[in-house]
T-cell receptor, first 113, second 112 residues
């Protein structure tokens, strides 16, 4: 158990819909990262937050947005969903914003039909 | 950050040592080598990291060559539960906000 909690674990929705994925970081961790892993694809970095502020941005689509709240939990919002958005979405956390030692949650599996 | 090269797959007999190589010939002086693994569709798990000295923890050992152009992750007594994709990642000490970039990794199959 990494200490990072992601909800929901599984989500099935239709094209055009909007979903929100939630992540609670390990106690004391200030930084949250979001990664996407499509079927047979590698882990793609989406975005990083540190203590409520955006720190780094990867190949995150404009239809996707994220935020980190004062209690340090984070949400990833995916809108106008397409079939290709079906993937595992992982959240990770770390104590600092620049460390390479990340702790990953078990992921949220999104299926878009 | 330097690029890494790993074999796409490897097999290892249960109980034997698994030696996973990684080439990072363009590594620079302030870049660390990190290893993660991902057991089927679970979240990636941090294993170990090092700069230039060999490192050991309860999970594995990391051997980095003197010229730092390659490294080997050693699982001393592989079990079936070690079957996973192993990622070798190079990341600079001063990378600041640069995120970890995962490549394709090595798929290790531990065979009974």
């Amino acid at each position: 158990d990494s200490g990072v909690t992601q909800t929901p674990k599984h989500l099935i929705t239709a094209t055009g819909q909007r979903v929100t994925l939630r992540c609670s970081p390990r106690s004391g961790d200030l930084s949250v990262y979001w990664y996407q892993q499509s079927l047979d694809q590698g882990l793609q970095f989406l975005i990083q937050y540190y203590n409520g502020e955006e720190r780094a941005k990867g190949n995150i689509l404009e239809r996707f947005s994220a935020q980190q709240f004062p209690d340090l939990h984070s949400e990833l919002n995916l809108s106008s969903l397409e079939l290709g958005d079906s993937a595992l979405y992982f959240c990770a956390s770390s104590v600092a914003g620049s460390t390479g030692e990340l702790f990953f949650g078990e992921g949220s599996r999104l299926t878009v039909l | 950050d330097a690029k890494t090269t790993q074999p796409p797959s490897m097999d290892c007999a249960e109980g034997r040592a698994a030696n996973l190589p990684c080439n990072h010939s363009t590594i620079s002086g302030n870049e660390y080598v990190y290893w993660y693994r991902q057991i089927h569709s679970q979240g990636p798990q941090y294993i170990i990291h090092g700069l230039k000295n060999n490192e050991t923890n309860e999970m594995a050992s990391l051997i980095i060559t003197e010229d730092r152009k390659s490294s080997t992750l050693i699982l001393p007594h592989a079990t079936l539960r070690d079957t996973a994709v192993y990622y070798c990642i190079v990341r600079g000490l001063g990378s600041g906000n640069t995120p970890l970039v995962f490549g394709k990794g090595t798929r290790l199959s531990v065979i009974a």
